[in-house]
């Protein structure tokens, strides 16, 4: 499928191991960095900070350096493939384009929990209801403790 058919990458379309194929696809340059960022996104899934993404794409290329990744990930966003998540102070998030799953941050452990949706839902309902006002959330984390470091404190 052509990435005009597609209102955003689809992780199932595209194996880890064809990640170059992906990159092609949506008229990616094929590097060995790009290839290994994006198969290190395919395999982790879900919503990752870059220190993590940067660990499994070295595994796949050794001495890939972080800012090849962070590069490599804005490239991977203009083209629709990935996104970025901004969580406050914390580090910078990364999810494959098309991934709209709230999530939450710890800011003691830096732990990245998914939100249930339900709540959220009713949120943007309620707001949209009674201020017209239409929440697009997604796009930022939310911030606060996980249930380990509240426990802890």
């Not at 191991?17 to 982790?44: D, K």
């Not at 990752?48 to 001495?63: I, K, N, S, W, Y």
């Not at 249930?147 to 404190?153: H, K």
Request: hydrophobic content about 35%.
């Amino acid at each position: 499928m052509k990435p005009d058919q597609r209102s955003a990458f689809d992780r199932r379309s595209w194996p880890p191991e064809e990640a170059e194929e992906a990159l092609r696809a949506y008229g990616c340059r094929v590097t060995q960095p790009r290839i290994a960022v994006l198969q290190a996104l395919l395999e982790l899934g879900g919503t990752v900070d870059a220190a993590t993404l940067t660990e499994r794409a070295q595994r796949l290329v050794p001495g890939i350096h972080e800012a090849t990744v962070y590069r490599t990930v804005n490239t991977l966003t203009e083209v629709g493939i990935a996104s970025h998540v901004h969580a406050g102070h914390g580090p910078s998030l990364v999810r494959l384009g098309g991934e709209r799953q709230l999530v939450a941050v710890c800011d003691s452990c830096g732990k990245i929990e998914d939100v249930p949706t339900e709540p959220i839902e009713a949120l943007v309902e309620s707001m949209e209801t009674t201020t017209g006002f239409r929440l697009q959330p997604g796009h930022f984390a939310l911030e606060g403790m996980c249930a380990r470091c509240a426990q802890q404190s």
